[in-house]
């Protein structure tokens, strides 16, 4: 019996599991974990759902393994209330089943597992007991909490449900044996209500993720444009593109630049998993705000939202009745690698994350902030670790104040207030994900 086995001396490889009962490629700090983690293990086991494709590093390694954790059907919208509790029940005891098998049987020979949380059912109660079973360092990387996230779906915190993903969180992520969070605030929230004693982990950018270059951004957007030539046809026409010019930049003998902020659009990026702990009716406000002011020396607007959700196709509907003259709005699915490049040509970026526990910081601004991109973002608890107000990007609390942040960063003929918070950003990408990692983290695999 594997668990048996693996009290004998010798039988533990060094080798780590790294578990996300998600999406993999859309979790960015897991895959930036991975990756560092193949530079002081033998191997890395990953355990995740299939879904987006992650990071070139990650499938073509030989040295991970990668297990796929069969992803369950989502139920359509509407249907009576017992047949999502019934649909819970039997969803966590399918999951759960699967992860025995895997953590028994393939976990039982890693040194450490890692884990992801939330979520919280059924994979913390599954791997502290196991883990204690097998002899197996457990990690937590928290995240967030996951009773406060099933709270904006359950009606509150005092729903039934709420407070038994409460209980289960509470009793059984103590139980890691190290754990990581994500910000001060988090750290002190866990040592003060919940016995943890953890290691903040700011996330940070890795490598690839770069500041503005007139080349790439070139032939990315030959790319984009043919993409979505549809929503940008009128975009093209009004700004004169042809063979050798895109809506940002021009080619000439195989020199490529930016064009003027004169003679183009400003674009205006934010990333989104559309779900309820981001309200986009804010940033559309503003949108229509910035609309009715346009022609007071402000440029047309190119505004790519990146992301997908529950939530897209609602605010799809809304944006196509807004009827907005001066601004181009685009919803867009982009592949891994493009990502940084969209955020690195954009000249602002905004971010509606609002923590349903208020004490995780949104990775989409450590994104931006690794390309160089400043950033408007919704005001909340522990914003303040990560964003600088004035210095490095602005914060807002009302969709009046965010209108006014874009139209006093993009006007033509005054771009000070993004240059000098653009300037500020240049030491951001100086201790990046493996510098952080290697400080913070690296120790807790090594013992």
């Known amino acids: 019996i594997p668990f048996l086995l693996a009290l004998i001396p010798g039988f533990k490889r060094k080798e780590a599991c790294v578990m996300v009962l998600g999406d993999l490629g859309r979790s960015p700090r897991m895959q930036y974990h991975v990756l560092s983690l193949l530079n002081i293990m033998d191997s890395v086991v990953t355990v995740a759902y299939s879904g987006s494709k ?6 073509n390694s030989r040295k991970i393994k990668r297990i796929t954790v069969p992803t ?26 699967f992860l025995v098998l895997v953590l028994l049987f393939r976990v039982s020979r890693c040194s450490h597992l890692l ?4 979520p919280s059912i059924p994979v913390l109660p599954l791997a502290a007991i196991l883990c204690k079973i097998t ?8 995240h967030n909490y996951g009773y406060s996230i099933l709270a904006l779906k359950a009606g509150g915190r005092q729903s039934l449900f ?19 969070c994500v910000t001060n605030a988090m750290k002190e929230d866990l040592s003060k209500n ?27 957007f030959k790319q984009f444009q043919d993409q979505y030539s549809h929503d940008l046809s009128s975009l093209i026409d009004k700004y004169h593109c042809d063979e050798d010019t895109t809506l940002l930049t021009t080619s000439k003998l195989g020199v490529c630049s930016f064009r003027a902020a004169k003679d183009r659009p400003s674009v205006l990026v934010s990333s989104t998993s559309w779900t309820p702990d981001e309200d986009f009716s804010i940033l559309l406000d503003a949108l229509q705000r910035y609309d009715k002011k346009f022609g007071e020396n402000l440029p047309h607007l190119l505004c790519i939202i990146t992301g997908k959700g529950p939530e897209k196709d609602r605010y799809e509907k809304k944006i196509k009745e807004l009827g907005l003259k001066n601004i181009t709005i685009v919803t867009a699915w982009l592949k891994i690698e493009d990502y940084p490049r969209v955020l690195a040509s954009a000249d602002l ?37 990560l964003v600088q107000n004035g210095k490095n990007g602005l914060v807002f609390d009302t969709p009046e104040q965010l209108a006014s942040q874009l139209m006093a960063c993009l006007r033509m003929d005054n771009r000070d207030v993004l240059g000098r918070m653009g300037k500020n950003l240049e030491h951001f ?9 290697n400080k913070h983290a690296k120790r807790e695999f090594e013992n």
Not at 115 to 118: E, S
């Open 54 to 59: 992650p990071l070139d590093e990650i499938c």
């Open 72 to 97: 369950p059907p989502s139920l359509p919208a509407g249907l009576p209330r017992p047949v999502f509790i019934v649909y819970a029940i039997v969803k966590v005891a399918f999951q759960s089943a």
């Open 115 to 118: 884990v992801q949380n939330p």
């Open 135 to 142: 002899r197996t360092k457990l990690i937590v990387d928290w």
């Open 162 to 180: 709420v407070k038994l993903a409460f209980w289960i969180e509470h009793t059984f992520g103590p139980l890691g044996d190290s754990h990581f």
């Open 194 to 220: 919940w016995g943890v004693s953890a290691i903040t982990l700011h996330d940070r950018p890795p490598p690839h993720f770069k500041h503005r270059d007139a080349t790439i951004t070139h032939h990315l």
């Open 349 to 385: 970026g905004v971010s509606l994350h609002l923590s349903s526990s208020g004490l995780d910081l949104p990775m989409k601004v450590v994104d931006m902030f690794g390309c160089g991109l400043p950033v408007c973002a919704i005001n909340f608890s522990c914003l303040h670790e």
């Open 429 to 437: 990408s100086s201790n990046g994900w493996k510098e952080n990692w």
